[in-house]
């Protein structure tokens, strides 16, 4: 009777795992108008096919958020430049929400799904904001980049020499201060996951001017291997 009921808590821990370990679908909810104030162009992930409700309503949620607080944030704006436009007898610009999203790594019980933010609210140019979004399928938890790693490694020195040694290549490009920025390094440092490896990355103007863009270093899997928890390594 104890053999036939440990057979069946391996065959349900095998079904958990398999469960969680297997990819998540994730579809886009586009909301698109355009009106006397802005442009609105949002793609809104939606996570579904998680064992986890819990989980998979909690990350929904927060994906949506990320989207409508930008529609919000950027429409606010767009009210009350209208009204000093209109005070003032100066052209309105036509502001504009746009949100795009790209899933870098559904696998392993893992999904990486960073959010590009875009705000015009009439100045010389937009804004883009880059927002990590890392999630554990097993505990529903969204993960910071030591949460990856075991504890007493020093991931964190590994990767900021690959990250100097990309920007020493093109030095040209970044800031004088860039390599100081790098070396200070905080634990909920931006970053995203790929087949490949983790992309950390430093939003505009950050650690290089504008034209610079988002800068992105990929650190591969080969380099961080051995100080990664087994689980997300393997």
């Given amino acids: 009777m ?7 808590m391996m065959v349900l821990m095998l079904f958990i795992l398999t ?5 998540l679908t994730v579809t886009t909810k586009q909301m698109k108008y ?3 104030l802005m ?3 949002l793609n809104i992930p939606i996570v ?12 929904n949620r927060l994906l949506r958020k ?4 930008l529609k919000r944030q950027v429409e606010k704006e767009a009210h009350e430049n209208m009204a000093i436009s209109k005070k003032e007898g100066f052209p309105y610009r036509l502001h504009a929400a746009v949100s795009n ?3 870098t790594y559904n696998q392993r019980g893992i999904l990486s799904i960073p959010v590009k933010l875009y705000s015009y609210t009439g100045g010389a140019h937009g804004m883009t904001v880059k927002v990590p979004n890392n999630f554990d399928f097993y505990t529903g938890k969204s993960l910071q980049l030591g949460d990856l790693f075991k ?3 020093n991931y964190k020195q590994v990767i900021k020499e690959e990250i100097i040694a990309q920007i020493k290549k093109e030095n040209d490009l970044y800031f004088d201060n860039a390599l100081a920025i790098v070396q200070n390094m905080p634990n909920d440092q931006p970053y995203y996951m790929t087949k490949g490896g983790i992309v950390v990355y430093y939003g505009l103007y950050e650690i290089a001017p504008y034209a610079a863009g988002i800068r992105e270093f990929l650190i591969p899997f080969s380099t961080l291997r051995p100080y990664m928890k087994i689980k997300l390594a393997r």
């Fill in 2 to 8: 104890l053999k036939q009921r440990n057979i069946w």
């Fill in 19 to 23: 469960a969680y370990s297997h990819p």
């Fill in 34 to 36: 355009t009106n006397e």
């Fill in 39 to 41: 442009e609105v162009d």
């Fill in 48 to 59: 579904s096919g998680s064992v986890n409700p819990s989980f998979q309503r909690q990350v």
């Fill in 66 to 69: 990320e989207s409508l607080d």
């Fill in 101 to 103: 999203y790209e899933v």
């Fill in 151 to 153: 504890k007493g490694t």
